[in-house]
């Protein structure tokens, strides 16, 4: 049994792969690291970037559909905006189809793979709800989840999608606060979802077969708080409002005190006799993921964000990198628990000495979308200049 497995086995931790490429897929290496004990797949428009600009996977796919544009005489940006979606989409539904076993043999618990809308319309309520359904009934999976990001208007969005019966992954969790607003979408989310199956006069077994068809993680960031918290406690250190010995003490601690605090808010919010109702006809509770877990700093451990965040009832997603370095010294025993007095302590700690955590998580927020948005732009000017070079002929914008 390798750590992976063991992870899951020993500790009620699903570790999903924080990548998908198309070679994975074709050449086997997808199913070696199911077998490995990877769980899920994880997608969002910077890996999509990576992969369509680095291998020529795509290429076939992307000429094939540029050509059918090309003789129609109908090139133009959201064409190519079209082949993106038509190439992610195939990635998504070949990946759905090899982790679908594992979806079954879960019980629908595991076996997802997860693709975002697209980043422009991250602070657009119906736009999002419109893309997220489209991609539902276009791929047609039930081991699909959608990627909405936790903006101040992805939260309604969520909120209706799983109304309608759609499982989601909400993205781009910083602040304790966004996810409480994060797990009361999904609660007030499914109690409308019941109420309208009562309404339509279904019985108690229907209920339970759609509550349960309902899945939902709540992906909270964590690397990248340490990396803003660092760069803000260096500045202070420079400009003497702190000494060395609070950056010795307070670096690099942020991230994990962030995300054992929310595992607590997760605790409680689902045991409470609210949820408790909704699980007792057959809801599923919303996980907590643990994204952005590759550690940005060299002078920290390699395993500092899988390590100290395995608990029951979570995910952790992982890079590629991440994933081989726990393969190979990984501790797969239960963490998460340990140190929340340390974790209450460093945030208050961080407050005093200046650092403002809502200032921190929004900015974060802010550039997670930024980001997402900018890796997009740059894929589809790729894709524009792989088209030019194809065809010989400048595409209008």
């Given amino acids: ?17 924080d990548n998908l490429r198309r070679d994975y897929l074709k050449n086997g290496h997808m199913a070696y690291l199911i077998e490995q004990g990877v769980r899920g797949v994880t997608s969002n428009p910077t890996i999509f970037a990576k992969s369509m600009e680095s291998i020529d996977d795509y290429d076939e796919q992307f000429y094939s559909l540029i050509e059918n544009a090309y003789k129609q005489d109908n090139v133009q940006a959201d064409q190519l905006e079209d082949a993106y979606w038509a190439m992610a989409m195939k990635d998504v539904t070949d990946a759905l189809d090899l982790f679908a076993p594992l979806y079954e043999a879960s019980q629908g618990t595991d076996g997802f793979v997860s693709l975002e809308v697209s980043p422009f319309i991250a602070n657009d309520t119906k736009s999002t709800i419109k893309a997220a359904k489209w991609l539902h009934e276009e791929i047609n999976r039930p081991n699909l989840l959608t990627k909405v990001p936790a903006t101040k208007e992805g939260i309604p969005a969520v909120q209706q999608l799983i109304s309608q ?10 602040s304790h606060s966004r996810y409480e607003e994060v797990m009361e979408a999904y609660i007030t989310g499914l109690e409308q979802l019941t109420s309208r199956l009562v309404d339509l006069g279904k019985d108690q077994t229907e209920i339970a077969r759609s509550l349960g068809a309902v899945s939902s993680v709540a992906s909270f960031f964590v ?8 760069k803000r406690l260096a500045h202070l250190e420079q400009m003497g409002k702190i000494d060395s010995s609070a950056m010795v003490e307070l670096a690099g601690k942020a ?9 607590k808010l997760f605790r409680h919010t689902f045991s409470t006799p609210r949820w408790q109702a909704l699980a007792a006809i057959g809801a599923k509770v919303q996980r907590p993921l643990w994204a952005s877990t590759s550690t940005k700093n060299p002078a920290y451990p390699d395993l500092l964000y899988v390590d100290n965040l395995i608990g029951d009832q979570t995910v952790n997603t992982i890079p ?21 007095d340390a974790a209450e302590n460093t945030l208050a700690k961080l ?17 997670g ?10 894929l589809l000017e790729t894709l524009n200049k792989k088209a030019q070079k194809k065809h010989g002929e400048e595409y209008r914008s």
């Avoid at 049994?1 to 792969?17: A, F, G, I, K």
């Avoid at 979308?369 to 740059?378: A, C, L, N, Q, R």
Wanted: glycine letters at 6%.
């Fill in 1 to 17: 049994m390798t750590r992976l497995n063991e992870l899951y086995e020993l500790c009620n931790q699903s570790p999903w792969l």
């Fill in 165 to 174: 019966g759609h499982s989601v992954n909400v993205t781009l969790i910083f």
């Fill in 223 to 230: 690397s990248r708080i340490d990396t803003e918290v660092d």
């Fill in 255 to 263: 991230g994990l005190s962030q995300a054992k605090l929310a595992y």
């Fill in 320 to 340: 590629d990198t991440t994933l081989d370095a726990f393969l190979d010294h990984g501790t797969p025993k239960p963490t998460i628990d340990t140190g929340r």
């Fill in 351 to 367: 407050h005093t000495v200046g650092i403002d955590m809502d200032n921190v998580t929004q900015v974060l927020e802010d550039e």
């Fill in 369 to 378: 979308v930024k980001s997402f948005t900018k890796s997009f732009e740059g």
